[in-house]
């Protein structure tokens, strides 16, 4: 299994451009997760998704979008890039039949804003 | 709200040593508890967990110590190594998510 798989792994935009982070994982989990941390800060939620077709907003959602169509992947899109959203962003998954919550982690995808 | 905090952001050991890691937490409802290690320029990776129901967990050379009276959480480090070397996170479950720490940076040195 490669487990959570992140691209890209850096990306830099200009203010006001758009993209979309992907984010794969292959152990069949229902959970999936959207975090960013910033330099010497810890983990901030954005989105999270308990299963295909439902997401729900975490901690830090303005600005960001997500959509779970499939099981395996956990898309998230900035629409208009603004340089507060510089930052390191992981993907996370877990299963319910797991010990609660453990939660693998992706790489992460590094992002500059401009 | 709730929150998940450390109290030392910065942990310097030597080689060999034991390092310990603390964490207060706020909700006194959480009924689970995981320690993250995260290496520079890596995602975080699970080191233990420990439910509310017990006071100590063990694993290899680690070990997360639970006092719920005082919500406190803590992970030991037996006989540190380089390799040992990350930012460590407590994070607490919250029905479906979890809420991370700051985090506390462990160094070791020679």
């Known amino acids: 299994n490669a487990g959570v798989t992140q691209t890209p792994k850096f990306r830099i935009l200009k203010i006001g451009q758009s993209m979309t982070l992907q984010c794969t994982q292959d152990?069949?989990?229902?959970?999936m997760y959207w975090y960013r941390q910033d330099p010497g800060m810890g983990l901030k939620l954005i989105y999270y998704?308990?299963?295909?077709?439902?997401?729900d907003k975490g901690e830090v959602p303005n600005g960001y979008n997500v959509s779970r169509s499939t099981t395996e992947d956990f898309p998230l899109r900035l629409e208009l890039a603004a340089p507060s959203q510089t930052s390191v962003y992981f993907c996370?998954?877990?299963?319910?039949?797991?010990?609660?919550?453990?939660?693998?982690f992706g790489p992460g995808t590094r992002l500059t804003v401009l | 709200g709730e929150s998940v905090g450390l109290h030392l952001p910065t942990l310097s050991v030597q080689e060999g040593d034991n390092s310990i890691i603390n964490c207060a937490y706020s909700?006194?409802?959480?009924?689970?508890f995981i320690w993250y290690k995260q290496e520079s320029g890596k995602g975080p990776q699970f080191i233990i967990d420990?439910?509310?129901?017990?006071d100590k967990r063990q694993g290899q050379r680690v070990t997360v110590l639970l006092n719920k009276t005082v919500k406190h959480l803590s992970l030991q480090i037996a006989a540190t190594q380089p390799g040992d070397s990350a930012v460590y996170f407590c994070?607490?479950?919250?029905?479906?998510?979890?809420?991370f720490g700051t985090g506390t940076r462990l160094q070791v040195f020679p």
């Open positions: 420990i439910r509310s129901n017990m």
């Open positions: 909700n006194s409802a959480s009924d689970y």
């Open positions: 152990m069949n989990h229902n959970y």
């Open positions: 994070a607490e479950k919250d029905t479906d998510k979890l809420i």
């Open positions: 996370a998954s877990s299963s319910l039949d797991f010990p609660p919550n453990e939660q693998f």
């Open positions: 998704s308990v299963g295909a077709g439902i997401t």
